[in-house]
């Protein structure tokens, strides 16, 4: 599996933002789908987590309320919609997939994800 973010760019703090990652070479319908972003010096956070089912969305703390990720399973495309940006969400974002063998690592930590995309850069400027 591939996957590529797109979406990313320079803009001004309130503005809202909408990242997508696209998914190519196999079938992401049972994976667990992460975005996490990393601003420089950094480790890099965990945003949101999608399970497979879409019952239910898992937002860290510093994201929730402010950001909505939902995922289209006929284009095999997850989403994040960033509102009420601020110049402390300036990071490169990345989306992440999680195949079911790795549903023993807990959703937050990087290691439960087996693919990666590129990174898209978010610059919010006050």
């Known amino acids: 599996v591939q996957l590529q973010a797109s979406g990313g760019g320079s803009v001004q703090a309130g503005d809202s933002l909408r990242l997508s990652c696209t998914a190519s070479?196999?079938?992401?319908?049972?994976?667990?789908m992460g975005w996490f972003r990393q601003a420089a010096g950094k480790e890099r956070e965990f945003l949101v987590a999608?399970?497979?089912?879409?019952?239910?969305?898992y937002y860290a703390d510093s994201v929730k309320g402010r950001f909505t990720s939902s995922r289209d399973g006929v284009k095999s495309t997850v989403y994040l919609q960033m509102s009420s940006l601020t110049p402390e969400d300036t990071a490169v974002y990345y989306c992440?997939?999680?195949?079911?063998?790795?549903?023993?690592?807990?959703?937050?930590?990087?290691?439960?994800?087996?693919?990666w995309g590129q990174g898209t850069l978010v610059t919010v400027s006050s």
């Open positions: 070479g196999g079938a992401i319908h049972d994976y667990t």
């Open positions: 992440a997939g999680s195949s079911p063998s790795r549903s023993g690592f807990y959703y937050t930590t990087t290691r439960r994800y087996d693919y």
């Open positions: 999608l399970p497979p089912t879409g019952v239910h969305t």
